[in-house]
């Protein structure tokens, strides 16, 4: 029996010929991932343990971006901590300040993240990553900080669920709603310990920012990571962005899959997914039957703060007052994004539609700060989770969405449905 792609992966860097699934294995790592919340945790069981120097400062990323600008003591504290590790280390990739963005957005950006790459961070949605044809997963702050000394770190061979994808996705539909539509099918423990494959000539019709939200998102379903298939777009992305070394990976003709999950991408619609659970979805025109009201909009994070999805929302807002009733946040994942959304003019669309546009941070998203929620308010996000309390009180409530769904909700108030003849 062959190999998928994850697995042919863990087998090069664990220089074996062969692995299958539920074998146990160490394996090189190309990079390892903290932030501002995961790293020190990492930092003081590095020192515990006596470690004396990481094993390469080219390969370690620390990103400052969750309670970014610092927004108390504790977390200025926090930073402080990770700013002198990173300088006492000469660490390469230390981004906080006016170089910091959304960790998952901004390492692809910089070109450290790459195809073939094995990548372990210290946050959930490192699987990101495999949106590049890469093998990148969460771990915990411990496996981190072994990682950042030895090099290398113990894995689980996982099985894999083969996503086959078909048609071609359009307008109003994004990779959001094709990762909601999946999460709801197969549920938020559907993938366990597995890798989430996608190939399929759909995937060609999917944009980079596309892939990314979806492979960012495969950690709720389940997933140990989520991966894409090599093809063109993806190729031309790396090209103009890799600075690392790579090598793609295509799954073998007989390699084993536990289940095969079909999506015809042209018969997707926009989709919310209700508290408190991203499983929990309808689409967004049952949504919209229901009258949902809203206090909150946010449109940013790793998983969907990228320039389309600003775009996105800004030919909608052209033009366009937001819901007296309703704060709309936008947030840019990365200063490069930031830039090319105030030279495209979307900065002043914003404002002028009475949005706040913040800075590249994490912010609301997990309850850190800027956007946090009241007992019995309500917010429509195009972040990742919607668990109770993820945005503040335990008494609110937050609904998963596209920035098409969040952006026409901002201007109505209530969770709205976009059509495709207003593009």
């Not at 999506?263 to 025109?285: D, R």
Request: hydrophobic residues 40%; proline residues 5%; charged residues 20%.
């Amino acid at each position: 029996m062959g190999m998928t792609m994850t697995q042919k992966i863990l087998a090069e860097k664990a220089g074996l010929p062969k692995v299958t699934a539920g074998q146990l294995i160490e394996a090189d790592l190309d990079l390892v991932l903290g932030n501002d919340i995961t790293s020190p945790v990492a930092i003081k069981e590095f020192e515990k343990a006596n470690f004396g120097e990481v094993f390469d400062k080219d390969k370690i990323a620390l990103v400052l971006d969750h309670f970014t600008p610092n927004k108390d003591i504790k977390s200025a504290e926090q930073c402080k901590f990770i700013r002198e590790f990173a300088k006492k280390h000469n660490i390469t990739h230390f981004y906080e300040g006016g170089s910091v963005g959304v960790e998952h957005a901004i390492l692809p950006e910089k070109g450290i993240a790459a195809p073939g790459n094995l990548i372990i961070g210290a946050d959930s949605h490192t699987c990101t990553y495999g949106a590049l044809n890469a093998f990148s997963t969460g771990v915990g702050s411990t496996d981190m900080a072994v990682g950042m000394e030895k090099g290398r770190c113990w894995f689980k061979v996982p099985s894999a669920i083969k996503i086959n994808l078909t048609g071609k996705i359009k307008y109003p539909t994004s990779g959001k709603d094709l990762i909601l539509y999946l999460i709801g099918k197969i549920g938020v423990d559907g993938a366990l310990y597995r890798s989430l494959e996608f190939m399929g000539e759909g995937v060609a019709s999917l944009s980079m920012d596309d892939r990314f939200t979806i492979a960012n998102m495969a950690i709720e379903a389940g997933a140990k990571n989520g991966i894409f298939i090599p093809d063109d777009i993806m190729m031309e992305y790396v090209k103009q962005h890799a600075v690392v070394p790579y090598k793609t990976y295509t799954p073998d003709d007989d390699a084993e899959y536990e289940q095969l999950v079909e999506i015809n991408l042209s018969e997707l619609k926009p989709m919310v997914a209700f508290p408190h659970l991203p499983s929990n979805t309808k689409t967004a025109e049952e949504a919209e039957k229901m009258n949902v009201s809203i206090n909150q909009v946010v449109i940013g994070s790793c998983t969907n703060g990228r320039f389309s999805d600003l775009e996105i929302a800004a030919n909608i807002l052209k033009g366009a007052k937001t819901n007296p009733d309703v704060r709309v946040l936008i947030i840019p994942a990365t200063p490069k994004i930031y830039v090319q959304a105030l030279k495209a003019g979307f900065m002043d669309i914003f404002m002028e539609a009475g949005c706040i546009v913040s800075p590249p941070t994490c912010g609301p998203c997990l309850g850190g700060h800027m956007g946090i929620l009241a007992a019995g308010e309500r917010s429509l996000s195009t972040t990742n989770r919607n668990f109770v309390g993820r945005m503040g009180h335990v008494k609110s409530e937050v609904y998963l969405c596209s920035p098409a769904v969040a952006a026409h909700s901002a201007i109505t108030g209530y969770i709205t449905s976009p059509k495709e003849a207003e593009v």
